[in-house]
């Protein structure tokens, strides 16, 4: 899981392609979307957060599994 900032699309892409690369560099993980298991984002921050930081924040969740040769 991640956090970005949730209308901020150059901090959203910059985030989700950090995640990205540590899951790819890792050497253990590989990432595990399909049609029925994909990234997700979420905000759960409450209004009178964004009313205090400016922004909402974006949970960036990401399906990863180990890498089949490690099993």
Same mark, same amino acid.
């Given at each position: 899981m991640a956090i970005s900032v949730d209308a901020d699309?150059?901090?959203?892409? $910059?985030v989700y392609n950090s995640i990205l690369e540590w899951v790819t560099e890792s050497g253990?993980?590989?990432?595990?979307?399909? @049609?029925?298991? $994909?990234?997700?984002?979420?905000?759960?921050s409450?209004?009178?957060?964004?009313?205090?930081?400016?922004?909402?924040?974006? @949970?960036l969740y990401f399906p990863i599994r180990i890498k089949e040769e490690r099993i």
């Open positions: 699309g150059a901090n959203h892409d $910059r253990c993980f590989e990432l595990d979307e399909n @049609d029925t298991r $994909r990234s997700l984002g979420n905000i759960t409450p209004q009178y957060i964004k009313e205090v930081m400016g922004y909402h924040q974006m @949970d």
